[in-house]
């Protein structure tokens, strides 16, 4: 089952390495109107603002400090 991962815009690595992994990768604003398996967000909980309805459902995972790598064996703990 593809992932559906929705990531920060300023996280272009991260992005990137997700999809080379075989994620769905969107934007985090589109996550509202989607089933997103996880959001990563660049740490700030500013970013996550008017989304509680989703965070209440959905990990997040802060990319502050972490490299593409260590996030995708997060997401990978979270679902294997």
């Not at 089933?35 to 603002?49: A, N, P, Y």
Request: proline share 4%.
């Amino acid at each position: 089952m593809k992932r559906i991962i929705a990531v920060e815009d300023n996280l272009a690595p991260v992005k990137e390495y997700l999809i080379e992994k075989g994620c769905q990768v969107i934007e985090i604003e589109e996550a509202e109107y989607n089933d997103v398996d996880v959001l990563v967000i660049s740490g700030s909980d500013e970013d996550i603002m008017g989304m509680e309805d989703i965070l209440d459902e959905v990990p997040v995972i802060s990319a502050q400090g972490r490299s593409p790598e260590d996030i995708w064996h997060t997401i990978m703990d979270i679902y294997y």
